[in-house]
T-cell receptor, first 119, second 115 residues
Framework: AQKITQTQPGMFVQEKEAVTLDCTYD???????LFWYKQPSSGEMIFLIY??????QNATEGRYSLNFQKARKSANLVISASQLGDSAMYFC????????????????FGTGTRLTIIP | KAGVTQTPRYLIKTRGQQVTLSCSPI?????VSWYQQTPGQGLQFLFE???????NKGNFPGRFSGRQFSNSRSEMNVSTLELGDSALYLC??????????????FGPGTRLTVT
């Protein structure tokens, strides 16, 4: 069963606009973590943002914020004021289990969204 | 501090050969995970090592193996290469959350081409 779903294969956004990349997940664990990674054409996976299932506040990192809606099992990435350098593949991923019980660092990834910023 | 490093970055091998890829985690990180990325299958988990022990294994044939050394560096080996093994192999290292907070970062990957 697919655990991470990214329904937008590709998106085109005008430079300086905000963009929301969708991610829904499925897990029976109460403790889990959600990640977003950016993968430019070079191939490197760049960590953007992390949200723990028990975190009460939505995570933010600079221009990135995570819109975490636990009841809906969604963890959408919001990029404010998009830039040309934001053009890349974006992956949502989930780690199941408590972070405090360090073990099982396996991430399950979605299929990704290719974001293209238009000048 | 230095990021995750992977060597080599690019590799071309012939079907039937074997290959060894190396990953050095971020200093202080003790867990190393490996992933295979292909256009058809996406990102798939291979295995994870912590303190020289394999803790988790994905659904890959026995031709895929790995190990971790006492300095947390890890290697993965693929024997009897097949054309379908052509992929980007990514390594990720994770911190122990009891120390400085939880992190999981990836290296630049090794792009393997099997001909």
């Amino acid at each position: 069963a697919q655990k991470i779903t990214q329904t937008q294969p590709g998106m085109f956004v005008q430079e300086k606009e905000a963009v929301t990349l969708d991610c829904t997940y499925d897990t029976s664990d109460q403790s889990y973590g959600l990640f977003w990674y950016k993968q430019p054409s070079s191939g490197e996976m760049i960590f953007l943002i992390y949200q723990g299932s028990y975190d009460e506040q939505n995570a933010t990192e600079g221009r990135y914020s995570l819109n975490f809606q636990k009841a809906r099992k969604s963890a959408n990435l919001v990029i404010s004021a998009s830039q040309l350098g934001d053009s890349a593949m974006y992956f949502c991923a989930m780690r199941e289990g408590r972070i405090s019980n360090f073990g099982n660092e396996k991430l399950t990834f979605g299929t990704g969204t290719r974001l293209t910023i238009i000048p | 501090k230095a990021g995750v490093t992977q060597t080599p970055r690019y590799l071309i091998k012939t079907r039937g050969q074997q290959v060894t890829l190396s990953c050095s985690p971020i200093s202080g990180h003790r867990s190393v995970s490996w992933y295979q990325q292909t256009p058809g299958q996406g990102l798939q988990f291979l295995f994870e090592y912590f303190s020289e022990t394999q803790r988790n294994k994905g659904n890959f044939p026995g031709r895929f193996s790995g190990r971790q050394f006492s300095n947390s560096r890890s290697e993965m080996n693929v024997s009897t290469l097949e054309l379908g093994d052509s992929a980007l192999y990514l390594c990720a290292s994770s911190s122990d959350p009891g120390t400085s907070g939880y992190e999981q970062y990836f290296g630049p990957g090794t792009r393997l081409t099997v001909t």
